[in-house]
């Protein structure tokens, strides 16, 4: 008898094979992509809409505040108008007292940022690691911990103390940005990004006779200009939503950052609720504006502090 072999695969079979593996695969992996996207639309859905929820209702003359809704049952302006004209401090200064708090917190946070992560960085000293993770243990307390210490430090410099308007005023914004001048997120997202800086640029600046304060102003600084912009954003937006600390250090109201003033809108035995939405909105509106703009840098910095 003669055996009979099978005959060899031909090559359009295993090509057949082979695409056929490939479309599932990528039937497979839109799928998961399908899925996922689902997953993440429902997520940004639930997170946006009490913000919408918050607009709708900041429009809406009358009707029941608490029931859930797409759309308002009827628009207008009257909540807005009993907003800018319902605090007890003018609207306009309540702006004001926020964009001072923002420029004097900004500015002074991420100086003493930018200054103190240098060393922790480029420097060699002895215990320097040890110092970076004792500051960054410090993260897993509570802002509300530092409460008391804050107070009775704030009242021993006596920033709360009245003598001269301008002074006083001077003071007591002092007094809501103080707490908040040390940053521990700053110094580690400026140190990371210090750390990417080669350390060759360094050293021939060095030879080359400059000092250090100079090494960190004319190549520290314009190298970590992304990070230095994306920590200016969330300081930013921390100064700007300032409320608790506001309302317990700051004994004249007409000093009061805007969050904090929104509460003046609250009566004793009543409460206008459709107007303190009118104000949350206006208070999101800089702070979009701010992210809108600073997107790039935002995302650009934290990539590359987390990189270093």
């Given at each position: 008898m003669?055996?009979?072999?099978?005959?060899?695969?031909?090559?359009?079979?295993?090509?057949?094979t082979?695409?056929?593996l490939?479309?599932?695969?990528?039937?497979?992996?839109?799928l998961?992509?399908?899925l996922?996207?689902a997953v993440?639309?429902?997520?940004?859905?639930?997170?946006l809409?009490?913000?919408?929820?918050?607009?709708?209702?900041s429009?809406?003359?009358t009707?029941?505040?608490?029931?859930?809704?797409?759309?308002?049952k009827?628009?207008?302006?009257?909540?807005y108008?009993?907003?800018w004209k319902?605090?007890?401090?003018?609207?306009?200064?309540l702006?004001?007292?926020?964009?001072i708090?923002c420029?004097?917190?900004?500015?002074?946070?991420?100086t003493?940022?930018?200054?103190?992560?240098?060393?922790?960085?480029?420097?060699?000293?002895?215990?320097?690691?040890?110092?970076?993770y004792?500051?960054?243990?410090?993260?897993?307390?509570?802002n509300?911990?530092?409460?008391?210490?804050n107070?009775?430090?704030?009242?021993?410099?006596?920033?709360?103390?009245?003598?001269?308007?301008v002074?006083?005023?001077?003071?007591?914004?002092?007094?809501?940005?103080?707490p908040?001048?040390?940053?521990?997120?700053?110094?580690?997202?400026?140190r990371?990004?210090?750390?990417?800086i080669?350390?060759?640029?360094?050293?021939a600046?060095?030879?080359d006779g400059?000092?250090?304060l100079?090494?960190w102003?004319?190549?520290?600084?314009?190298?970590?200009?992304?990070?230095?912009?994306?920590?200016?954003?969330?300081?930013?937006v921390?100064?700007?939503?300032?409320?608790?600390?506001?309302?317990?250090?700051?004994?004249?109201?007409?000093l009061?950052?805007l969050?904090?003033?929104?509460?003046e809108l609250?009566?004793t035995?009543?409460t206008?609720?459709?107007?303190?939405?009118?104000?949350?909105?206006i208070?999101?509106?800089?702070?979009?504006?701010?992210?809108?703009?600073?997107?790039?840098?935002?995302?650009k910095?934290?990539?590359?502090?987390?990189k270093g």
């Amino acid at each position: 008898m003669v055996e009979t072999r099978p005959a060899p695969a031909q090559p359009d079979s295993f090509a057949v094979t082979a695409a056929r593996l490939k479309a599932r695969r990528n039937h497979r992996r839109r799928l998961t992509d399908l899925l996922a996207y689902a997953v993440l639309i429902a997520v940004a859905l639930i997170m946006l809409y009490p913000f919408y929820w918050t607009l709708i209702t900041s429009f809406e003359p009358t009707g029941n505040i608490y029931e859930a809704k797409i759309l308002p049952k009827a628009v207008g302006l009257r909540n807005y108008s009993e907003m800018w004209k319902g605090t007890t401090v003018p609207f306009w200064r309540l702006i004001l007292n926020s964009l001072i708090i923002c420029t004097l917190g900004v500015t002074l946070t991420v100086t003493l940022a930018t200054l103190a992560a240098y060393p922790l960085a480029k420097m060699r000293f002895p215990g320097r690691d040890l110092i970076f993770y004792a500051i960054l243990a410090l993260m897993v307390l509570p802002n509300e911990s530092g409460l008391i210490v804050n107070y009775i430090t704030t009242i021993k410099l006596g920033l709360l103390q009245q003598t001269n308007p301008v002074i006083d005023a001077i003071r007591q914004y002092m007094a809501v940005v103080l707490p908040g001048l040390a940053s521990i997120v700053g110094l580690f997202l400026l140190r990371q990004a210090y750390l990417g800086i080669p350390l060759e640029l360094i050293e021939a600046a060095r030879i080359d006779g400059a000092s250090e304060l100079t090494i960190w102003r004319r190549i520290m600084l314009p190298l970590a200009t992304p990070t230095i912009a994306a920590f200016a954003i969330l300081e930013f937006v921390a100064y700007w939503n300032s409320f608790l600390w506001a309302r317990i250090m700051l004994p004249d109201k007409n000093l009061l950052p805007l969050s904090a003033g929104l509460l003046e809108l609250n009566g004793t035995f009543s409460t206008n609720s459709r107007a303190v939405m009118a104000g949350a909105v206006i208070t999101i509106i800089p702070i979009l504006i701010v992210f809108a703009f600073g997107q790039k840098y935002f995302m650009k910095g934290l990539e590359g502090a987390v990189k270093g």
